[in-house]
């Protein structure tokens, strides 16, 4: 998929599309290729991260060619999939080109098309950003360092698979969303 912003404009950033879940609250659909107004919710997340990264990443452990014919890169979690987000985003640290990560789950397609920028803004010198809102923090949409990828590893090594679990005792900075715009689609219910 080509790009249509100037190249001028990236920021330094490689995008991280979270779709490599079971699905089980929708049946076992992989959610990736379930319709969104007209389209699907990959290619919304394709579209919510595109505009301000370099590559894009999608993290995925079914349908893998269809995901490739996309045109991007897709990578599988280590230890045969379905383990939670912590596994796709400890596979996206390890396979990007860039050292920052921002990972988007892709059953959040009301996510802001300039939420790359808005994280790179928060960042100030800390290593991780963390999406919150009313309702607490999000823990998978985030802007990470590769340098904590060790410490990701450690946590799932360890047997770690909660979201916030890795990084509560790291520091952290967090960027405020509305609870609307972190809508998820986890159910046949959700959709338009």
Wanted: one cysteine or more; aromatic letters at 6%.
């Amino acid at each position: 998929m080509c790009k249509q912003q100037n190249s001028f404009s990236l920021l330094p950033v490689s995008g991280l599309i979270l779709a490599g879940g079971a699905g089980r609250r929708m049946g076992g659909v992989d959610k990736g290729w379930v319709r969104w107004h007209g389209s699907t919710l990959i290619k919304q997340a394709i579209h919510i991260i595109q505009a301000d990264s370099t590559e894009i990443l999608i993290s995925a452990n079914r349908h893998l060619d269809q995901y490739r014919a996309l045109g991007h890169r897709v990578i599988t979690d280590a230890n045969n999939g379905f383990e939670g987000p912590l596994m796709g985003l400890s596979a996206g640290l390890a396979a990007a080109r860039e050292d920052w990560v921002a990972s988007i789950p892709v059953d959040s397609p009301l996510l802001p098309p300039d939420l790359l920028r808005q994280l790179w803004q928060a960042k100030m010198d800390k290593d991780l950003v963390v999406v919150s809102s009313d309702t607490g923090l999000h823990a998978v949409v985030t802007l990470c360092h590769r340098r904590l990828l060790p410490h990701l590893q450690h946590y799932l090594d360890q047997g770690g698979r909660k979201a916030q679990g890795w990084f509560q005792d790291l520091n952290y900075a967090t960027l405020y969303l509305d609870e609307a715009l972190l809508r998820n689609c986890n159910s046949p219910e959700d959709l338009p």
